[in-house]
């Protein structure tokens, strides 16, 4: 059988030109090098190189195998290479998929500081598994889940790494946009934008709405927050929206948030990932980004 030390043998005394600078290149005694390779001529039968004085001269099927060596030895040595840095955690791949509009914006932030950090690691962001998340994380199709709500998961365990609070935005001369707090017989007479999902998706229904028995009179399907707020300061209606891309996307909009409740409506951004994954260095590295961001940046 051809070993990897044979074809590692080939290599070194290709480059070097002599068994012994070969054997101390890969750190053998002359004589296991010659050992080892004596032993394969004699297997079939063959040699693989000839002595002339000092130098060595492949036979044919040195020249052959040497071939074989100058493709494989270094393919070999890149799989070891990665092998390694999968143990260490330092390469990987690393597929994340957001349950939730603001989850992609708040991945966004991330991803600068992320890339810079970890360049050997193959990121991808996935969006086919918008609302199945739980399933692919558990089936191995992403890595990571961004997501407002954690599941009890014997396999899984989720990270918080961010607090926010939903609030209404209504335009700035509405009659709403004086008091404390909304109730939800308020929003009864409105038009309310939000994103494209089933209303047992949206928190402000199954938390506010529903249990109150509450409907709006009209409901606006929009894909993006930037526009719902854009539509709410035309005057085309009222949307919920976290506080923080409120700051961001409509600083500069004649708009107002209100809290929803007595209480408000709070809500957390959490990691969840595979139990077994939470030794990998570069998930891990993920979470402490997504914390240093929130930190340094105020959630603005």
Partial sequence: ??????????????RTGSVTAAAKQL???????????????GRFGLQL?????????????????LE???????????????????????????????????????MMRLTRPYLAAWPEVDFNIRSGFRFDGITALESREIDVLITPDPEENAA???????????????????PL??????????????????LPVATELLDFYTHFLIPAQCRPRARTLIETTELMLHLVAAQ????????????????????RSLRIGPNGLMKQLNFGIRKQDGGLDYIQGLIEIALSVNRRQGAT
């Fill in 1 to 14: 059988m051809i070993e990897r030390q044979h074809l590692a043998i080939l290599l070194a005394v290709s």
């Fill in 27 to 41: 750190n053998l005694t002359q004589s296991a090098l010659s050992h080892a390779m004596s032993k394969l001529e």
């Fill in 49 to 65: 190189w000839l002595r002339k004085g000092r130098n060595l001269h492949l036979t044919q099927a040195g020249e052959y195998l």
């Fill in 68 to 106: 074989i060596a100058e493709r494989f030895v270094p393919e070999i040595e890149h799989a070891e290479r990665v092998l390694r840095q999968f143990a260490s955690g330092r390469k990987g791949t690393l597929r994340i998929a957001m349950a939730c509009h603001p989850c992609h914006k708040f």
């Fill in 156 to 174: 899984l365990s989720f990270h918080p790494v961010f607090d926010y609070e939903l609030r209404l935005v209504v335009p700035e001369d509405h």
């Fill in 177 to 194: 946009a004086e008091v404390p707090f909304v109730q939800p017989r308020d929003i009864l007479e409105e038009t309310l934008i939000t």
């Fill in 236 to 255: 085309r209606g009222v949307s919920v929206i976290p506080d923080w891309l409120i700051q961001e996307e409509g600083c500069d909009l004649p708009v």
